[in-house]
């Protein structure tokens, strides 16, 4: 009994040992065959390179404005006795804005007056005054040809003559001087009434009656109001300096407004400005972007001055051209073998195979192709793109298989002649019950 027990303890024992040496076996097996890197089988999904029409679009935020816009500065200093609007008013060209105190600049034109009178007068007096001395002048010139007076009294009339002319002349230029002065004050003084230089509405009111302006012809005075034209807005929006050379005048552009969802207004480029903004400059977020104007086509629309937006410009379009998938494309660095050098590392001084040397190249762009159940390693040209797709202008032919994902597979795990198994289920179909 005890020996039959000892037998069949025995004969377990060797049935275990021969199970995990098969399992053993099996093991490596699959890592001889599935681990290597020529076998390894890659799971990828797969596109048709077909035909079809291209738009290359720049994406932009901004806002909305009026295309004409008018900031109301005082241009004389004073007191501000009068707004006859208020914000939202609809105003006409010519029409009363602002009155600031006059009474300073009424003064001042009624001594600019009293000043060119008394110019006048003074002039009227020099001239009355040049006349008599021409009148012994010419008296004096008889008399020296007759030999009644010497050559010294004539030239001493002479230079009295010369002497009267040149207070005429003084006495025009201080009327002349004196009118500026006039003109001037007559200015300042129009300048305390202010009109609006356009048709349009009163979109922002700063200043209040009884505030006090500053204003001067050398500086900008203080800010009163703003009148916009609302009948015509434009969207200014802020491109990026890689982009922005893509752009050109009157490119259609879909213009999305936060206040109007699930609208899209059009819109042409009229205006891309030539000067950069840079914002966070010399730090690590220093950014350089153009403004771009687009007038918006609609003008049923009540848009309002600040509103927030996007904007999509269609920079170019091609039609019937090759295109792949975004994500198909992707780069890898060229690798160049050298033939007949030496290398102690790979196969020792005079080896025949050489020495693969990794040269310091520009990244290639490359799409990986389906050739009996490999992947196989395409450098391509490629030209504008959409959202989706991308322009292939060589290396690719219409209805090959190429590979679109996964990001892991074309980013990371694909190399030429790597074995791949299609997987072009569509995971968000619905299950069937």
Not at 32 to 44: A, E, H, K, M, N
Request: charged content about 30%.
């Amino acid at each position: 009994m005890a020996e039959a027990n000892a037998l069949k303890k025995k004969k377990r024992k060797k049935i275990v040992i021969l199970s995990a040496v098969a399992l053993i076996v099996v093991v490596v097996a699959a890592v001889l065959v599935f681990g290597s890197g020529g076998d390894r089988i890659v799971l990828v999904q797969t596109e048709k390179v077909k035909r079809m029409t291209l738009t290359q679009v720049v994406e932009a935020t901004g806002k909305i404005e009026p295309q004409m816009q008018v900031k109301i500065n005082a241009e004389v200093s004073g007191e501000i006795i009068e707004i006859p609007v208020k914000e939202g008013d609809r105003v006409r060209k010519g029409q009363l804005l602002v009155r600031i105190k006059p009474d300073l600049y009424l003064a001042d034109r009624e001594q600019a007056v009293a000043n060119l009178n008394q110019a006048k007068a003074y002039l009227q007096q020099r001239e009355a005054d040049m006349r008599r001395i021409e009148s012994e002048y010419r008296r004096q010139k008889t008399l020296f040809e007759k030999g009644l007076i010497s050559e010294a009294d004539l030239e001493a009339g002479r230079n009295a003559y010369e002497v009267a002319k040149a207070n005429v002349d003084a006495a025009k230029f201080e009327v002349e001087n004196s009118l500026a002065v006039l003109n001037r004050t007559r200015e300042n003084l129009n300048k305390t009434s202010i009109f609006s230089p356009i048709d349009g509405i009163v979109s922002q009111l700063i200043s209040k009656p009884g505030e006090r302006v500053s204003g001067s012809s050398f500086m900008q005075g203080t800010e009163i109001m703003t009148i916009s034209d609302l009948s015509v807005m434009e969207a200014r929006v802020e491109v990026n300096e890689n982009d922005v050379v893509l752009i050109s005048l009157n490119d259609t552009a879909r213009v999305e407004v936060d206040a109007y969802p699930n609208r899209v207004f059009d819109a042409i480029v009229y205006q891309i400005a030539n000067t950069a903004k840079t914002q966070g400059l010399g730090t690590q977020e220093e950014v350089t972007n153009f403004e771009v104007r687009l007038l918006l086509l609609d003008r049923s629309v009540e848009f309002r001055p600040g509103m927030s937006c996007s904007a999509r410009i269609e920079t170019e379009t091609k039609r019937n051209v090759l295109a792949v998938p975004l994500q198909s494309v992707t780069t890898r660095e060229p690798v160049s073998r050298i033939g007949g050098e030496s290398s102690e590392e790979e196969g020792g001084p005079g080896s025949s195979f050489g020495e693969v040397k990794k040269e310091k190249k520009k990244p290639e762009e490359v799409v990986f192709v389906i050739e009996n159940g490999f992947a196989r390693k395409r450098v391509v040209q490629t030209g504008i793109s959409s959202d989706e797709y991308i322009e292939i202008i060589k290396g690719l032919k219409e209805g090959e298989e190429i590979v679109t994902g996964s990001y892991k597979a074309i980013s990371r795990d694909l190399e030429d002649s790597t074995r791949v198994r299609i997987e072009n289920k569509n995971l968000f179909a619905p299950k069937k019950p």
